[in-house]
Structures are given as structure tokens and as C-alpha cells.
């Protein structure tokens, strides 16, 4: 095992703000703000519960990300196994003292927040494997024995995330895992073996499954078996969607959602609600400030001398496209319904911390990219 080194720089207060990715603090404020409209909209033009609520979460969470930028990325990597340590206790804890709603026991009653440990997960996987993958630099990482552990780290989280049950959240964390061992270097040839395995065994998954995740997945390939019923979301979001058009109806002028033919219009159906008020152009407007924000993320990992901020910038870079890509294509009906917020647009402590945390640690990538982790 190699020995753990900090080559560290000394860095001013001024040649921190220097090195501070403004741009992709602007990118971020103009989603926030966008969200709080759309949030705004859900309401009916009311300055009302939800959009009080966000407006405040992310006006915190905003300076959360600013404060934890500063810190260190030595020190995410020295505790990169007690965050997800810290993350599995937390999922442990849910399962025994969690809040149920709907039926899922997904929360942590924390008073001011109801807090949803396998947000966090996400963040805490991509922190893990990168510290895993930064010390594996010098050693075969194609060997059976150091592709096992983080097999194991995977499918830890995944199996208490699904027991809550949280079927598409597991998906991402998975995903996001996944998403290190590729950039990592491991041959494909593994990738495609898991891709058959996973065919194979999908009718032995399915039969597992709680009924309404079945439900869901049969919805997927026919909405309109149910169209009142488990097809309803799915349709009512294409209607709205293709209602708006080019340029959609205007601010406040969604007839679906202020008629309330749209279900989750605050959280996993937000950007259906933009849709329909900004059109085709709005959308891809939307979208291209996700790209721009995923690709000064990627951006900043090239930038990086330490293996360990480069590994983690393009993780997180891949997850953020994930989330994104998950989200528009459950909306649009081109994935099943599987409960995935859109990131900071969406309504939802949990997810905006965690959405936070992780542009905090991309930015200490940033500020301190002349430091070499050996």
C-alpha cells in the first residue's frame, strides 16, 4: 500500500478567490433561480408553502456550497470511508426509526429537515471509490480481488436503499459507482459480462419487485392500460409537454398543471410544469445550462494534479448527467416512473443538499488543484 502523502501548497486568502470557478457559481444561481419560479408557478402564482420552503433551502444550501468549497480536498480524501460509513449508519437508522410516507420509509425526522440518507449516498459513493481507485494508481485494478471490495461497497447501500423500498434511488447510486470503476480504467469486458448477467437474470428481479415498481414497469412499454390509474402521471405529462409546444403558454399559463391534471408537479415532474409554460426552447435552454454546468465540472478534473479530484470531478460530472438524463426521460415516457428529483429544480431538501455537497467538493477541487494527493 502506498504512503499516504499531502504535497500541500500554501494558498492565500486572495489566490483562493482567484481560483474560484465563477462561472459555475453563475450557472448555478440561474438554475436556482429558474427553480424558484417554476416551484412559484406550482402554486398558482402564490408566494405560498413550497415556494417559501425552497426559496429558503436554497438560499442555505447556496452558502453551504460557498463555506465547504474552502475546505480542503486533502481533507474529503482522508475522510472519504468515514462519509460513507456515516451514510450507512444513516440508512441503518432509517430502516428502524425512519418517517413512512407512502407507503416507503425513506426519511429521518431532523426537525428541520426530513432527511433522506440515500441523497446523500450518492455523493458519499463517488467520494469513496475515487479515494479507492486514487490509492489502486499502482496496482493491477483488473484483479478479481480489488474488483470484489467495491462490488461490495455498491451493493451494501443498494440492498438497504431498496429495502426502504426505493427502487430508482438504489438505480443511481449504482450508477454513480459504476460510473468511478468505468473512468477508473477497468476493461470493458467486465462491463458487458454484468450487462448479460443483468439480461439474464431481469425476469428473476422483476418477480421480486413490490407491485407498484411492477406496475410501473408495465406502464412503461403501455400507458394506457391504466389510464386513470398507473398511466395517469406518464400521460398527463406528454400532453403537457407537447401542449407547450415552441414556446410554450407563458409564465403561469400552464393550463395541466393550474387545472391539476399534473400530479408531482413540484418534485419529479417539475420540468414537465417548464415545459409546458416555456416550450421547446425553454427546455433546451434549461438543459444546455446542465451541460455547461456538467461540462465546468469536467473541466475543473482536468485541471486537477491529483488523480483523486480528477476521479471524483468526472464521477460527479456523470452522476449530474445521470440524474439529469433520468429525470427528462422519465417525464417524457422513454424511462419507467422511478422517482428520480431533477436536480436543484425539484422540490426537496435532500436532494438539493446533496446536490450542494457535491458542487462544494467539485469546487475545493478548483480552489486547490495544485495539490498533489500521493
Avoid at 406528454?238 to 387545472?259: D, R, W
Avoid at 435552454?285 to 465540472?297: G, H, K, P, S, T
Wanted: proline letters at 3%.
Amino acid at each position: 500500500m502506498l504512503t499516504e502523502r499531502f504535497q500541500v501548497t500554501g494558498y492565500s486568502f486572495f489566490e483562493k478567490l482567484k481560483s474560484i470557478d465563477y462561472f459555475l457559481i453563475l450557472l448555478v444561481i440561474l438554475i436556482g433561480a429558474i427553480s424558484v419560479f417554476a416551484i412559484y408557478s406550482t402554486e398558482g402564482g402564490k408566494f405560498s408553502y413550497y415556494t417559501k420552503n425552497h426559496l429558503i433551502r436554497l438560499s442555505l444550501f447556496f452558502v453551504l456550497f460557498l463555506v465547504l468549497s474552502f475546505v480542503k480536498i486533502s481533507t474529503w480524501y482522508r475522510n472519504a470511508y468515514l462519509f460513507y460509513l456515516f451514510g450507512i449508519v444513516l440508512l441503518l437508522i432509517v430502516l428502524f426509526f425512519g418517517i413512512t410516507a407512502s407507503g416507503s420509509k425513506r426519511w429521518l425526522d431532523l426537525y428541520f429537515l426530513n432527511l433522506q440518507p440515500s441523497e446523500l449516498m450518492k455523493i458519499a459513493i463517488i467520494v469513496c471509490f475515487s479515494r479507492y481507485y486514487h490509492r489502486m494508481q499502482n496496482i493491477d485494478i483488473q484483479s478479481y480481488k480489488f474488483l470484489l471490495q467495491p462490488i461490495i461497497l455498491i451493493i451494501i447501500p443498494c440492498y438497504l436503499v431498496i429495502s426502504q423500498p426505493d427502487l430508482g434511488t438504489a438505480i443511481l447510486i449504482a450508477g454513480s459507482g459504476a460510473a468511478i470503476i468505468w473512468l477508473a480504467g477497468i476493461n470493458i469486458k467486465y462491463f458487458v459480462y454484468s450487462s448479460l448477467m443483468l439480461i439474464v437474470s431481469l425476469p428473476f428481479v422483476i418477480s421480486m419487485l413490490e407491485p407498484y415498481q411492477k406496475s410501473r414497469i408495465l406502464t412503461f412499454f403501455n400507458p394506457d392500460r391504466d389510464p386513470l390509474g398507473a398511466g395517469y402521471q406518464i400521460i398527463q405529462s406528454k400532453i403537457a409537454i407537447g401542449s407547450g409546444g415552441l414556446l410554450g403558454k407563458g409564465f403561469l399559463k400552464g393550463t395541466q398543471s393550474y387545472l391539476e391534471f399534473l400530479p408531482e408537479k413540484h418534485t419529479d415532474f417539475i420540468f414537465t410544469l417548464f415545459s409546458e409554460e416555456f416550450g421547446f426552447v425553454g427546455s433546451i435552454v434549461l438543459l444546455l445550462l446542465y451541460a455547461l454546468l456538467i461540462y465546468r465540472i469536467i473541466r475543473i478534473g482536468f485541471l486537477n494534479r491529483s488523480f483523486f479530484s480528477r476521479l471524483y470531478c468526472f464521477g460527479f460530472a456523470s452522476a449530474l448527467f445521470l440524474y439529469v438524463f433520468v429525470n427528462v426521460a422519465m417525464v417524457l415516457g422513454l424511462l419507467p416512473i422511478v422517482g428520480s428529483p431533477l436536480p436543484i429544480m425539484s422540490y426537496g431538501g435532500s436532494s438539493m443538499l446533496s446536490i450542494m455537497l457535491g458542487l462544494s467538493i467539485a469546487m475545493s477541487c478548483k480552489i486547490y488543484n495544485q495539490e498533489q494527493i500521493a
